[in-house]
């Protein structure tokens, strides 16, 4: 489902070193024998082997840092995973557990209509919370897969935008009025299911993290002053992002924070999908600073154009 590293350059790299270090061994031996002999002419072998032997070590010294700068960042993916691992086992743990809670109780004993209710919205939104999680494991999967030519075609953003706020919202049983529109008709020339996939979720990222108490969230759209590009920013009152962690998030299982004490429900693919999708279509995605104001705010940046008239009032 995810990418997978190559072993073959950490082995290739390792085993370079191995041969080199012994070449090295080999040639300091056989410099010190030219050195005892290098008043009796063979000087011209002493330096050719001090030169070798100096490349070499440099090679090494090189090869090492590189095998380091390999190895952290496979602690780190390691670190990630289990996070993510965390992350799901949690997401499918806690609806299930409440899930069967509910179940045992209608089974064992007899419950009022106001609590069956009841009973049933919490278990629709479990059920619901279980269909995010497969979804986004799904989307996870298809972005190994690029669309074919067929699913090429002309989209206007201003309704997909709507239609992804609409969904986000009912998701989060927060009134459609969270979300504050801005938005000039615009198209893409995309495949819809990647739009679908990159807007909604930095539309429910922006709706999760927003303020508790008084969510809101504006989305914005207009063309370039180039009339090349569309720009679409979606900008939260929430925390916000620490600067020195707005690149780390677009990696695959990043989540801020430790998961034992995160409050929002998650597996750290949201944005992870949403930085390759938009590098799919040779667009830009990115954090951008807020000054004084509270919040997060994304920008996104996709080849495209203003709508024509008939097409933004019809």
């Not at 095998?67 to 949690?90: G, M, P, W």
């Not at 609590?115 to 059920?127: G, P, Y």
């Not at 597996?267 to 667009?283: A, F, N, Q």
Request: glycine content about 6%; hydrophobic content about 50%; aromatic content about 6%.
């Amino acid at each position: 489902m995810f990418e997978r590293r190559s072993l073959r350059w950490p082995i290739a790299l390792a085993v370079t070193m191995i041969v080199l270090l012994v070449a090295l061994a080999v040639g300091w031996v056989l410099l010190a024998v030219f050195g005892a002999l290098k008043h009796e002419g063979m000087a011209p072998f002493y330096w050719t082997i001090l030169s070798i032997g100096t490349v070499f070590l440099v090679i090494v010294v090189v090869g090492v840092v590189l095998y380091l700068i390999l190895a952290v960042k496979t602690i780190n993916l390691h670190q990630r995973q289990s996070n993510f691992i965390d992350a799901v086992t949690h997401e499918l743990k806690s609806p299930l557990a409440s899930l069967k809670l509910y179940l045992q109780t209608l089974n064992r004993r007899p419950v009022s209509l106001a609590q069956q209710a009841d009973f049933l919205r919490f278990m629709l939104d479990d059920v619901e919370r279980l269909d995010q999680l497969i979804n986004q494991l799904l989307d996870a999967a298809r972005i190994d897969r690029s669309p074919a030519a067929r699913e090429i075609e002309d989209v206007e953003l201003t309704s997909l935008l709507r239609d992804c706020a609409e969904a986000v919202c009912l998701r989060y049983r927060v009134p459609e009025s969270t979300i504050e529109f801005d938005l000039t008709p615009c198209i893409v020339r995309a495949s819809q299911v990647d739009l679908d996939m990159i807007f909604r979720n930095l539309i429910d990222n922006a709706v999760k993290y927003a303020d508790d108490e008084q969510p809101h969230v504006v989305v914005k759209l207009r063309p370039t002053s180039n009339a090349q590009k569309v720009e679409i920013r979606v900008a939260d009152n929430g925390r916000g992002i620490p600067p020195k962690a707005r690149r780390m998030i677009f990696r695959r299982f990043v989540r801020l924070g430790s998961e034992l004490e995160r409050d929002k429900p998650g597996t750290g693919l949201g944005l992870y999908i949403v930085g390759v999708l938009v590098r799919r279509l040779k667009g830009r995605v990115r954090v951008l600073d807020r000054g004084a104001q509270s919040g997060t705010e994304f920008e996104v940046i996709l080849a495209g154009h203003a709508a024509p008239v008939a097409t933004a009032t019809s």
